[in-house]
């Protein structure tokens, strides 16, 4: 064991990858040295741009600076709700909720390209998402979450039907800490979203807080 950890922390043994990463609602040019340190810790196979009310120039000159961090640590990049521009900036897919737009759409314009999409509590919703052939499922908010504090909420159950009924990778959202991720984990999350804990928290600095996830 002790072997083991050693290896780990000399690189030789790769961290699982089970980190949903999410940004902050606002990007400042501080942001993106950030970004870079926080993904140097090889945990996040997901980077999701999630800002609101922008120009699509704006979004734009954004998207290309963090692609570049993104490629360089070979982590998806994921934009939220816009699919008609995901394309455009060569992301590598594109996350939708219930009330962005039509999944059939998406699917067809995304073609080759990543399609999540959110579906809460929902058995049902999940099931339509997977004839749309969704890549991967996400469910939540599992707790209480700043990011969005009026979102549905969901429970332990539906991740372990997700795990004995879908097969597609099942994504956990909501209010995760590095307290609370384990069970979500052994519950049938394949990834943890996370944002709030690792860009506002008030004890620990965005590459310290992503440690706690191994």
């Not at 089970?18 to 902050?24: E, F």
Request: glycine content about 4%.
């Amino acid at each position: 064991m002790v072997r083991r950890i050693r290896e780990r922390i000399r690189g030789l043994i790769p961290l699982k990858k089970l980190v949903y990463l999410i940004s902050p609602s606002k990007i400042d040019r501080n942001f993106y040295a950030s970004l870079d340190k926080v993904l140097s810790f090889k945990n996040v196979k997901f980077f999701q741009l999630r800002i609101k009310n922008v120009s699509q120039k704006k979004l734009l000159i954004i998207s290309r600076k963090i692609k570049k961090i993104t490629t360089k640590h070979k982590v998806k990049f994921i934009i939220n709700d816009y699919f008609t521009f995901t394309s455009k900036i060569k992301a590598d897919g594109c996350h939708m909720g219930q009330l962005d737009g039509s999944f059939k759409v998406a699917r067809k314009k995304l073609k080759g390209k990543i399609l999540g999409i959110t579906c809460h509590n929902s058995k049902i919703l999940a099931n339509n998402a997977i004839e749309n052939k969704a890549d991967y499922i996400a469910f939540g908010s599992f707790f209480k979450s700043s990011l969005k504090p009026s979102a549905k909420k969901a429970n332990l159950n539906i991740l372990k039907w997700a795990k004995k009924n879908i097969k597609k990778p099942i994504v956990a959202i909501g209010g995760i800490n590095n307290t609370n991720y384990k069970k979500l984990v052994n519950a049938g999350a394949k990834y943890i979203a996370l944002s709030s804990f690792i860009w506002d928290n008030p004890e620990l600095i965005p590459d310290e807080a992503i440690r706690k996830f191994k």
